[in-house]
């Protein structure tokens, strides 16, 4: 344990406890992707997302009425101003005829009453309570547990100090609260009911993670997920959910589908495997029950004479603006950035690119198609009910695929689209059971590959529509899937650090190739056919003979997971994009750095190279779609 532990380490290159592992998935990767998230980058929890990214809207139950009602009405008269504070939200969260929130306002409302904690340690935490012009903050008692003075970040960019003998541990759990002092009005959470929150319903993670790159910025982030279980308490945690949850996250908010709070996130070890890290949660009750009996600190005069202090980097930022190049048109590796484009979709989690145009994948479930040419936004419709996290165009550039959270993949009729004022769809596959995060077009037309958070690669008749195969033997979440040149095999990588080979004559397992690595998110094959590239969520790259499977390159120099590689139809550049903001280029026979590209002020969620090598096509978490030309 402690071998891996070291390794973990060094490969995130700061040393870090147990408690805080930074994995990458969010969801889009929110990792996000959110997905991609932490467990991948993640995230989807990969996920991206992260988070990014990381998945946004999910099946969810109905908020049973009372239950939060009687747990607040139970706190001792000394709460009032707790219950003051809260009772309107709460209300507001409990009435039947109140609709879940988009996953717009849930972030809007996350951001809010999510503060930032800097000191020794730091991490994230929550506003729940206000008396008088005195805060208190929540948090996970290992964001505070090491000695010294700490900042809370407000989301209007203030900086207020907390002094450590002011924060109280709350015994038997992983939690603690700290006051900080403010004339300023600030928004404050609504706890709910845990014990609400069915199994399988949405909820959604927030907090300050650490980005990648050498200046660790932290970027306020929240991913979509959901409850999958619940265990018996282990220090205070019960919550196991998927979101993507990344370093620096721990303390801070488990929202349900209405926004309300139903727990604080920390990202700890549990269960008989001790390699095995998983996202977990303490409900809220807990802190509930303990509050009935306990009174709150107050903040001495002598220490409060200066208490707000304006911060050097306004926390309430649009990514874009934190971390900018000072000049992020300039570039290397023969490539510059020769446009920016964005369009007010949220975060871009995929891309696919045509000769002439390049075609996005959104957080908010657009699907957009940019003139690569003019630079302009040719159209955007609505394509899912929730975040697209996948898109790919057969070769001849007829017909495009999405995925989505929304657990669908869709076939549109690109050909018809790219004539007329609309792109129409030609069918829905519904066969996932969860997050569809991959998908890829077989290049003799005949195959779609998907996969998805339901553990399992599905193989579609492209022409219709049929389900021909599903592939079982990833354990985890599979994040990324692509064609050999032939379309006689199928690579598939996942949140388990394997890339599988299938046979799609026979369905059969070729091989696997084990990465010892973080989760796989991102794959290509070369023209070739003899090579495969994987971007794992500790940021490296790995390069792959495909018929024997040995490792015949290690490429470092991300110092976050690479959510997307591409090779040039020559076989001999690859280009990476990471959630350190970076795109790089690699010549795959050497392995050896060409170039890195400088311009996204946030994680770097997709790359394309164009077929003449001569464009690179770039998606970020910040929403911006950048064109790098050669120079």
């Known amino acids: 344990m402690k071998q891996w532990q070291a390794r973990v380490r060094v490969q995130q290159g700061q040393p870090i406890g147990p408690s805080e592992f930074k994995f990458g998935f ?37 908020i049973l009425l009372g239950v939060a009602a009687t747990a607040l009405t139970a706190l001792p008269a000394s709460s009032q101003p707790f219950l003051q504070q809260t009772s309107t939200a709460a209300e507001i969260a409990l009435d039947p005829q109140q609709k879940s929130l988009t996953p717009a306002e849930i972030n809007t409302l996350a951001n809010e009453i999510t503060v930032r904690i800097d000191g020794p340690q730091g991490g994230s935490g929550i506003l729940i309570e206000k008396q008088n012009n005195i805060y208190y903050v929540l948090t996970n008692w290992h964001v505070v547990n090491r000695v010294g003075d700490y900042d809370i970040l407000t989301a209007d960019g203030q900086t207020y100090s907390v002094y450590y003998s002011l924060i109280r541990r709350i015994p038997g759990i992983d939690l603690a609260i700290l006051p900080f002092q403010s004339s300023r009005s600030y928004r404050i959470a609504a706890p709910v009911d845990a014990k609400t929150v069915a199994e399988n319903s949405a909820v959604y993670v927030a907090g300050w993670p650490r980005s990648g790159g050498s200046l660790r910025q932290r970027i306020f982030l929240s991913t979509a997920g ?3 279980r619940r265990q018996p308490p282990q220090n205070g945690y019960t919550l196991i959910y998927t979101n993507l949850v990344r370093s620096g996250m721990s303390g801070g908010p488990i929202l349900n589908a209405r926004g309300s709070l139903v727990g604080i996130n920390g990202i700890v070890q549990l269960g008989t495997n001790p390699d095995q890290i998983v996202s977990a949660g303490i409900e809220i009750n807990q802190f509930l029950e303990w509050r009935k009996t306990a009174s709150l600190p107050t903040i001495p005069q002598r220490l409060t004479s200066n208490p707000e202090q304006p911060s050097p980097n306004p926390s309430n930022l649009p990514p874009s603006s934190v971390g900018t190049s000072p000049n992020p048109r300039v570039a290397n590796g023969n490539f510059t950035l020769a446009n920016s484009l964005r369009e007010d979709s949220g975060e871009i989690l995929s891309l696919a690119l045509l000769p002439t145009y390049g075609i996005s994948g959104n957080s908010n479930g657009n699907i957009s198609i940019w003139n690569l040419a003019t630079g302009g936004l040719r159209q955007t419709w609505r394509g899912h009910n929730s975040a697209v996290n996948a898109v790919a165009v057969d070769q001849a550039g007829e017909i495009l695929a999405t995925g989505s959270d929304d657990g669908t993949i869709k076939l549109w009729d690109l050909a018809t689209g790219l004539s007329a004022d609309a792109v129409p769809l030609l069918r829905t596959l519904p066969g996932h059971t969860n997050a569809v995060l991959t998908v890829a077009i077989s290049p003799n037309r005949q195959w779609i590959a998907s996969g998805g958070w339901d553990n399992t690669v599905r193989l579609w008749n492209l022409q219709t529509g049929e389900l021909l195969q599903t592939l079982t033997g990833h354990t985890q979440l599979v994040s990324a899937v692509a064609f050999s040149p032939d379309s006689q095999q199928l690579a598939s990588g996942g949140k388990d650090g394997t890339i599988k080979l ?36 500790n940021g490296l790259i790995t390069v792959w003979d495909l018929k024997t499977g040995q490792a015949l390159q290690r490429l470092q120099g991300h110092t976050d997971g690479v959510w997307s590689v591409a090779i ?14 970076t795109i790089k280029l690699w010549d795959l026979a050497t392995g050896k750095l060409k170039g890195n590209l400088i311009g996204h002020s946030s994680y770097v969620n997709a790359v394309k190279i164009s077929s003449d090598g001569a464009t690179i096509v770039s998606g970020g978490w910040e929403g911006q779609i950048k064109i790098w030309k050669q120079s």
């Open 26 to 62: 969010q969801v889009k990767l929110r990792d996000h992707r959110v997905n991609r998230v932490n467990d991948l980058r993640d995230i989807s929890q990969l996920k991206p997302r992260l988070e990014s990214g990381f998945r946004r809207i999910f099946r969810f139950t109905e």
């Open 226 to 228: 959901t409850l999958s």
């Open 502 to 537: 299938w046979d799609l004559q026979t369905g059969g397992l070729v091989r696997t190739l084990d990465s010892k690595s973080l989760p796989i998110l991102s794959l290509a094959i070369s023209p070739s056919g003899s090579t495969i590239a994987s971007g794992s969520a």
């Open 568 to 581: 040039s139809a020559d076989g001999k550049t690859l280009v990476s994009g990471s959630w350190d903001k």
